[in-house]
């Protein structure tokens, strides 16, 4: 339980990982770990306790004994404090919570939400507890039929899906948004990235308006749960399978 | 205390009010209640209940027993769900805290913040949980020797403070950030145009670049609980007092 004066309840002041868990063994916790240590940095956070953080994850794995566990670890910047200012110094609130991983999906169906990421603020290349435009993209992407949300910024570039990060191919290449599109620096997205160059495949890293993704052949979703999650239909139209992106899923 | 599973600690998925005790009666109680009821409708929640939002208000109230008191009133998504998803329906959680208020204070000395307020999502326009882009502004504005940021949008446009709406005064005249701009509905911006139009000021909610300040003749800042607050300084340009603000600060 947390207390109701908690900063991350009362103002996202805070932020969050969510990974996957085979057999108890959490994967790329370093690169997570490296990434919440990241984002205290960049939001003016204590140095994150990277013991006690893989200690409540390892706790929570095993209480669930799940074959596969989707775990978060959320951290917020505690108790007190005076409106938006921060008690000097934070007092960090650490928690871990692990739930069955949802089961592989079809391929995505995505439609283009009003609600746009905030590439303004340095909080948008971070896993924050401030996710409501996330919350509302999806909202807006049920209610259009679709199962997920496709975001971009206020200058209307692609920035990612609600809860994951976007990729498309052309003419055998490789394109995601930069990070200064209001992107989080996803830790599948780092992999995908690194696989499809020992692939040979060259990677864009790009600031792109949404008709860019009219001439994409293919597009595909990533985050820590999923993997590689092909993206079957943006804004009514169809895309097939890839073999590009088959082989990305397969190395990453 | 509040179960690790809420959806405002998770997401920032809810909104919050402040405002002003006075003798045990809450300020402008209804135009409160109107807007969290409103924001609850622009992000998908149920209907507020109203009775048990001012019942738990008049119990913080009467609990703290202070002459003056800051309320906050906070409503969240409630538990559950599946990541960004809600449950259907939710189920609110709503609860009340007050704490002295703070006493009045010196004039505002403002400084320019580089976090953005994201004028593309609709969430911008209320008091969300997720507030983290402005805990983020005020960090900034201290570290620069100010007490408050200046808060733009992603379109360089002047959108309001880290916690206080924004006004200024050229030639008589009274501006202010119009809401598309990024801006908070704020109860008492409300009650200053309103004073200002009854007592003959021309009004005018505007999009402006941040220059525009540079012709201002006086600035001064907004909320429930500051009530009207003069700016002594933006960026280190001083401001002295103005006559007409102190007039709509008796009004308002």
Redesign the interface.
């Known amino acids: 339980?947390?207390?109701?004066?908690?900063?991350?309840?009362?103002?996202?002041?805070g932020l969050?990982e969510t990974l996957l868990a085979v057999d108890g063994a959490p994967i790329d916790l370093v690169a997570h770990l490296d990434r919440m240590a990241a984002g205290c940095a960049a939001?003016?956070l204590p140095d994150l306790d990277r013991a006690k953080a893989a200690g409540a994850i390892a706790r929570a794995v095993q209480e669930l004994g799940a074959e596969r566990a989707a775990v978060?670890l959320?951290l917020?910047a505690g108790s007190g404090g005076?409106?938006?200012?921060?008690p000097q110094p934070p007092v960090i609130r650490l928690?871990a919570?692990a739930a069955p991983a949802?089961a592989p999906t079809a391929p995505a169906r995505l439609a283009t939400a009003?609600?746009?990421?905030?590439?303004?603020?340095?909080?948008s290349r971070w896993k924050?507890?401030?996710?409501?435009?996330?919350?509302?993209a999806?909202?807006e992407a049920?209610a259009a039929g679709a199962d997920e949300a496709l975001m971009?910024?206020?200058?209307g570039e692609v920035a990612c899906a609600?809860?994951a990060n976007l990729f498309w191919t052309t003419g055998g290449r490789l394109l995601t948004p930069a990070l200064d599109c209001g992107v989080l620096a996803g830790v599948m997205r780092g992999r995908v990235l690194s696989a499809a160059r020992a692939m040979g495949v060259e990677t864009i890293e790009v600031a792109a308006p949404r008709a860019v993704l009219d001439e994409a052949e293919a597009l595909f979703l990533t985050n820590s749960l999923i993997g590689v999650r092909p993206v079957g239909e943006l804004d009514g139209r169809a895309f097939g399978p890839s073999p590009l992106v088959e082989a990305l899923a397969r190395a990453a």
Chains 1, 2 share one sequence.
């Open positions: 339980m947390i207390p109701f004066d908690d900063r991350g309840l009362l103002l996202g002041d969050f939001v003016g978060r959320t917020t005076r409106g938006l200012d921060r928690f919570t949802p009003a609600a746009r990421r905030n590439e303004g603020s340095p909080a924050t507890l401030a996710y409501l435009d996330n919350v509302l999806r909202r049920l971009l910024n206020n200058r609600g809860a």
